[in-house]
């Protein structure tokens, strides 16, 4: 991508290169009672731009969520998208197993995605407590369980993603 960069010419899949975890935060889907339905926009959405994604990997409310975003880490993901947990009942704690494992926290991606939901008409989207930052050179963002608040947040990184992801890697503000 830095290539491509440097000579001027606009990279159709602007996330090749990268690897990518997404993580379903559920409880409910991960025992089967109803379906994954916003791991998989996300999985789909970051393969159209040329990720290379695990997942969705369904996991239950708690600390199997840490567990899986450590796991991501630990593997060296570019980045790794969380969706579900980040509301206000008292299963909902992906904020807090992703907090612990984040050395900054980027404020402004999960201020933005809130922001888009309310701009949406969703004024319940300003209560999502959901996180985005790096973990070492993963970047990890919280998204909302529901499809619409996914879809906003998709929007939200679809004009910062790639920019984010090169300089993580070092590139330049270009």
Do not use: F
């Not at 529901?146 to 993580?168: E, I, M, P």
Request: charged share 20%.
């Amino acid at each position: 991508m830095a290539e491509a960069e440097s000579s001027g010419a606009i990279d159709p899949l602007p996330l090749s290169g990268s690897r990518a975890l997404v993580v379903t935060c559920s409880t409910r889907a991960a025992t089967g009672v109803y379906p994954d339905r916003g791991g998989p926009l996300i999985a789909d959405w970051l393969r159209e731009r040329g990720s290379a994604v695990e997942g969705p990997l369904v996991v239950p409310d708690g600390r199997d969520v840490g567990a899986a975003i450590a796991g991501g880490v630990a593997a060296a993901y570019d980045l790794i998208v969380t969706t579900g947990g980040t509301g206000c009942s008292p299963t909902d704690v992906t904020p807090e197993q992703t907090k612990p494992l984040l050395d900054r926290e980027i404020a402004g991606i999960a201020e933005a995605i809130r922001a888009a939901g309310v701009a949406a008409g969703v004024s319940t989207a300003m209560l999502s407590r959901g996180l985005a930052g790096l973990a070492g050179r993963t970047v990890v963002v919280n998204l909302p369980g529901s499809t619409g608040g996914v879809r906003d947040a998709l929007g939200v990184l679809d004009g910062v993603l790639a920019h984010l992801l090169s300089q993580v890697r070092g590139g330049d503000h270009g």
